[in-house]
């Protein structure tokens, strides 16, 4: 990439962050750079920077900031998507929150926010119609937002193709009708109870609209904010939430050291944060590590008895505030002094978190042996948790201890059977030991995977690897196993 072009779009990648919250780094330039061109040739420009200069030297027009929004923005969702999150909502938030209503008021509001389509709402309002009998003696205000105006206009419009109801339920149905072939339209008692607005997650300025909230939904929407711009989008949520109220996140989004005004829970795989509560920690119910599945059955889901225990089996408890080395522990792994992280997260060794954070920094001195006590002390304290079971099998693949690698493969499988990358490692494993039937079934389940991201979305937790470049090499290792 030409140097004038590269500080062109250096100046632009700030403007976008400004203006919209999207965070461009270097190393999406490219990503960045293929969106503006086809944007630049609709508006008849054929340099990208004449076209980038003009758009940064006045305020955007809101023709031009819909254009922008349409062409950066990942609209990639679908009805239901993370069942565990409208799990919780179900079984947990809500029966609570209806029960004190009910004693007085019978109100509701709760806010999605960066909807998309509408999809996620009107999940939300499905989950609502289903628990409330006496749905019409109550008044639910059900907010979705977004910046990108077109779609948003979809999501007004209510219909949808068969894509946006893949991994849903068949009862889900019930709430649809075809409307023309391969498409569906929500039912009209549930699309009036969504109302949908345009908004800017990034803009200064509160909003009447999203006052006094119950509960907001914000997941996979801030992994492409700038860390600083996160914390100010944090900060807008718990203003505009009531106290008590329930913020649900993707769990990679947020760095939950640096939050103010929130408590952690943990619920089954779902992270959902509460306003006004001191910190605390929200250990798991003590179980036994599952029984290692057979190849042929991980991508199984666990019996439905194993996972309501999962799901009922969380509880809060409340404990004093989290020492400041943790914080401190993150930012030198961050800088890569793993030594000295290491030594900061085993000041507090009674959080698993931290366990696991030092085993992590002790794999990559490569003192394997180290890494693997640190995690099996972790696992002691949270045998539940998906992806610890990940980071000790691939220490323990590191170590040359292949079966015992797998079966913790099966293990973070069990306990998550959505685990792209469990999935991955696991046809890696079966691929190295000429394993072929095994590797295929495993990689066929993490390109089905790959399906719900944008090929350009950096996958969580695999160290800045896209899910387009993850498809292609799992396809390239495809290929070789076909050839043998």
Aim: include cysteine; proline fraction near 6%; charge should be neutral.
């Amino acid at each position: 990439m030409a140097n004038h072009q590269h500080h062109a779009l250096r100046s632009f990648a700030t403007f976008v962050g400004r203006n919209t919250g999207l965070h461009f780094p270097e190393a999406r330039f490219g990503d960045l750079a293929q969106k503006m061109t086809a944007l630049a040739r609709e508006a008849g420009f054929e340099d990208l920077d004449h076209y980038l200069f003009q758009l940064m030297a006045a305020p955007l027009s809101r023709e031009q900031m819909k254009a922008l929004c349409g062409a950066l923005t990942i609209g990639e969702t679908y009805f239901l998507r993370d069942p565990k999150s409208y799990r919780v909502l179900e079984r947990q938030i809500l029966p609570g929150l209806i029960a004190a209503r009910r004693r007085g008021g019978r109100t509701l509001k709760i806010w999605s926010a960066g909807c998309s389509t509408g999809e996620e709402p009107y999940s939300i309002a499905i989950v609502l119609s289903r628990l409330l009998q006496d749905l019409p003696e109550w008044d639910i205000t059900l907010l979705g937002t977004d910046i990108n105006e077109e779609a948003l206009e979809r999501a007004h419009r209510g219909v949808y193709s068969k894509w946006s109801f893949r991994n849903a339920p068949q009862w889900l149905m019930e709430y649809f009708t075809p409307v023309g072939e391969g498409h569906f339209e929500i039912v009209p008692h549930i699309r009036n109870m969504v109302h949908f607005s345009q908004l800017n997650l990034a803009a200064e300025r509160g909003n009447a609209l999203t006052g006094g909230t119950d509960i907001i939904f914000c997941r996979n929407v801030m992994l492409y904010f700038h860390p600083e711009q996160i914390e100010k989008t944090v900060a807008r949520f718990h203003a505009a939430l009531k106290p008590g109220g329930w913020l649900f996140v993707g769990p990679t989004e947020v760095d939950h050291q640096r939050l103010r005004g929130f408590s952690c829970h943990h619920y089954d795989g779902a992270l959902v944060l509460r306003k006004g509560e001191p910190r605390r920690k929200t250990p798991r119910p003590p179980a036994p590590v599952p029984v290692p599945m057979a190849a042929s059955s991980v991508a199984s889901a666990p019996p439905a008895a194993a996972t309501d225990r999962l799901y009922h089996g969380a509880s809060a408890l409340p404990v004093g505030p989290l020492p400041d080395s943790i914080e401190q522990a993150h930012a030198a792994y961050r800088a890569g002094e793993y030594q000295e992280a290491a030594r900061l997260a085993l000041l507090a060794p009674h959080l698993p978190e931290n366990l696991a954070l030092a085993a992590r920094c002790y794999a990559n001195l490569g003192r394997y042996q180290e890494a693997r006590e640190q995690c099996e002390k972790a696992l002691l304290l949270e045998r539940l948790n998906a992806h610890t079971h990940y980071l000790l099998s691939m220490i323990l693949e590191q170590m040359g201890d292949g079966a015992a690698a797998e079966a913790a493969l099966k293990r973070a499988l069990y306990l998550d059977h959505d685990y792209l990358l469990a999935y991955f490692a696991l046809g890696n494993l079966c691929r190295k030991r000429g394993e072929l039937r095994e590797a295929e079934q495993s990689f066929a389940n993490a390109l089905r995977l790959l399906q719900r991201y944008d090929p350009a979305e950096v996958l969580p937790d695999a160290e800045g690897i896209t899910a387009g470049l993850l498809t292609q090499l799992i396809k390239g290792m495809n290929a070789g196993l076909n050839r043998r």
